[in-house]
């Protein structure tokens, strides 16, 4: 099957031109119209086509894949129906090449050497995988390689050299180059540097051939891109071709596009078919299995199995930068001198004290509080904010942006960029913006432009791959501060490293107030993990610590209504990075509910992951209801209305606390303050309310209650 991908670029090399290769979404616009879609590519002459495995979430994808990938999902799209459009494809005379192209989490759901098998029984000849790092490329090529399978690699505009060494070693059918920083989409003008780029790609190559994707549209780019490289690939355009065309005429408008493209004025057939001993690949056309790639780093991206940088080519480059500069500022004394002398304007050292009544309350361990809601702008998200804008100048940016759920790092954020006068973009869920209209009213009043997602489930999630989807277009200018322990490395690191402060504090503090002891348990609230790393980090190593997680148990984990990863979900890839996912059995990532914003996510930081897995860290779910309970004990019994991503873990902690000694003491994280969820409170009231016995309702005359 490989050496039929190879044919192509071949045959279409012997008509003088370049190969077409077109992509289209499984499933789309239904599934019905796939397999006549693909007959009319291939009738119209097509070279190779692009089945796209849909996926919730594809961040290196514009925003008509990203609707393709929705409407597919919507209409029932699976892994299964995949490879059996590809069987009835082939069943029905498409004879033209099948690549197999999306994202890594569907395929590790469903096996990866188990969907390889299954994928040359279905017919396909191979696959792209966008978010494959060259470490698990060089693994999944070998796999694909025993079955007879082409893996092709991409490449961007800024792959360094060793990484096109390597990948360009592990090619054995073509090697699919990306045009242009930035996600995919139809554009009115290719690149300048185009041939320079795809020259610098063939002293690599050697006789694999180049193809060139992201931006093509017309039959102009065509032959302009085809020039200089071996084959040219369409997706987007295409997908508003067949968007537009009437119900009954999709293949056909599918057939009239490449024709268009190819500049073809008859119907005479050009495909040849499959060859019958396609399979029998000679050996020497598989690379080494000894072919390695190793990154050296100076803080090692994976926390045991998590971690690590799955994520599109393109935006490898954006944090290979930030690496770099991230290690280089955390070695200079300089950059812990500017930072600290920040820390009167956040407020820190934040307090540590003993809540008497609520320790009265629980009649168990003494429960001590550290105060982060004391900081400037109400929660701990200034300090990693601060952090991230300082090194954004070292590394000559004048723009931020940053992704929020509950408001507080997006606030947080345009609070340090108004102090050092930069420019601030934050992206937030449509839902969030509904619920934390009185933060998106501090952004805005701090200078800071809000963008409202609208696309799946309008909420953190979906304001995190805005944002890096807008990242990897604007490099030059901007830096992303990203808000939690999470994404692909260096963030993990870099965020636990600048919140470290908070347990470092914790420690010094508690020490000081108890004779030199530490406290037998520390807990926190668990998101994404920017505030419960910032406090277990510095406590990892002090085994008689013992550290607790409390995350949004939403309607309850036996629901489909919360965003209890840890505590249901399973390993997989996500936002670049692997850890604990909520996902369904094909790999798509589940939506998510919380009574709290700030936790409304499906994935969790991949230490904090590793701490689950080897028992070092004991998570649980705390519901809505509960999380409003310990909103509630907090408010009334010390004078503190806490967040409700720390009512969580003032819950959690109250709970742990009734079954400990009296001699015995444990910490909270109060990780931010609660006036911007006052509405959210009242809103949900009504429903929670009875659940715990809390009613604020009153009558119209409130001097007659």
Request: charged content about 20%; proline content about 5%.
């Amino acid at each position: 099957m490989t050496t039929n991908l190879k044919h192509a670029f071949e045959k279409a090399k012997k008509q003088n031109r370049s190969a077409l290769i077109t992509f289209v979404t499984a499933g789309y616009p239904t599934i019905n119209d796939t397999v006549p879609i693909l007959q009319g590519l291939q009738a119209g002459g097509v070279d190779i086509i692009e089945l796209g495995i849909p996926f919730s979430d594809p961040i290196a994808d514009g925003p008509t894949i990203q609707a393709a990938n929705t409407k597919a999902l919507e209409n029932g799209v699976t892994i299964e129906v995949c490879l059996d459009i590809v069987r009835q494809a082939r069943a029905k005379g498409v004879s033209v090449p099948i690549v197999l192209m999306g994202y890594y989490n569907p395929i590790l759901a469903y096996g990866e050497q188990r969907m390889i098998e299954a994928t040359k029984v279905a017919g396909a000849n191979g696959y792209i995988i966008c978010d494959l790092p060259p470490e698990e490329a060089v693994k999944f090529r070998g796999y694909c390689a025993k079955q007879g399978l082409s893996y092709i690699p991409l490449v961007a505009p800024a792959t360094t050299d060793e990484r096109l060494d390597v990948l360009s070693k592990i090619s054995d059918s073509f090697i699919y180059v990306v045009s242009r920083m930035g996600t995919t989409g139809a554009q009115t003008k290719m690149s300048d540097t185009l041939p320079q780029l795809v020259k610098r790609v063939k002293s690599f190559a050697g006789s694999s051939p180049i193809a060139v994707g992201f931006g093509v549209s017309t039959r102009e780019h065509y032959l302009d891109v085809g020039a200089s490289s071996d084959g040219v690939v369409i997706g987007s355009k295409l997908i508003n071709v067949i968007d537009a065309a009437p119900e009954n005429l999709r293949a056909d408008a599918a057939k009239e596009f490449v024709r268009e493209i190819l500049g073809r004025t008859d119907d005479t057939a050009i495909t040849d078919s499959l060859s019958d001993n396609d399979n029998e690949i000679p050996y020497q056309e598989i690379a080494s299995e000894e072919t390695q790639f190793n990154e050296v780093h100076k803080c090692s991206p994976h926390f045991g199995q998590f971690g690590g940088q799955y994520v599109p080519e393109a935006l490898h480059t954006c944090l290979a930068e930030l690496e770099k500069g991230f290690d280089a500022a955390v070695a200079d004394p300089e950059f812990w001198k500017e930072f600290k002398s920040l820390y009167p304007y956040i407020g820190r050292p934040s307090s540590l004290h003993r809540a008497e009544r609520l320790t009265e309350y629980a009649g168990g361990a003494q429960i001590w509080l550290k105060r982060e809601d004391l900081n400037h702008t109400g929660s701990h998200k200034i300090n990693n904010a601060l952090a991230q804008v300082i090194l954004a100048r070292r590394l000559g940016k004048n723009r931020v942006i940053a992704e929020t759920g509950a408001g507080q790092h997006g606030v947080a954020t345009a609070t340090a960029a108004a102090k050092f006068g930069m420019k601030c973009t934050v992206f937030m869920g449509a839902e969030d913006v509904r619920r934390q209209a009185l933060n998106v009213f501090r952004m805005r009043i701090l200078g800071a432009s809000v963008v409202a997602v609208q696309e799946g489930t309008r909420t953190l999630r979906d304001a995190t791959s805005e944002a890096f989807r807008y990242w990897v277009s604007n490099l030059e200018t901007t830096h992303y501060v990203v808000g939690s322990a999470i994404g692909p490395h260096p963030y993990p690191t870099l965020v636990r490293t600048f919140q470290s402060i908070i347990g470092s504090e914790t420690k010094e503090q508690f020490k000081e107030q108890n004779d030199g002891k530490l406290p037998d348990a520390v807990c926190a609230c668990v998101g994404g993990g920017s505030n419960s790393t910032g406090m277990f980090s510095p406590f990892e190593k002090d085994e008689s610590v013992k550290l607790y997680g409390f995350e949004a148990g939403g309607d309850g984990i036996d629901t489909p209504f919360h965003s209890a990863t840890l505590t249901a979900g399973k390993p997989g890839v996500f936002h670049g990075v692997m850890t604990y996912v909520l996902q369904d059995s094909d790999g798509q990532i589940h939506d998510t509910h919380s009574v709290s914003a700030g936790l409304d996510y499906p994935g969790v930081g991949p230490e904090l992951a590793a701490w689950k897995a080897n028992g070092r860290a004991q998570f649980s779910a705390v519901t809505d209801a509960q999380a409003l309970e310990g909103f509630k004990i907090l408010s009334q019994l010390e004078g503190i209305i806490p967040a409700l991503e720390s009512s969580h873990a003032i819950y959690g902690a109250l709970q742990l606390a009734k079954t400990m000694s009296s001699d015995q003491s444990l910490v909270i994280n109060v990780s931010g303050r609660g006036d911007k969820d006052v509405q959210s409170v009242a809103e949900i009231l009504p429903k929670l309310g009875p659940q715990i016995g809390w009613d604020l309702r009153f009558s119209e005359d409130i001097t007659k209650e």
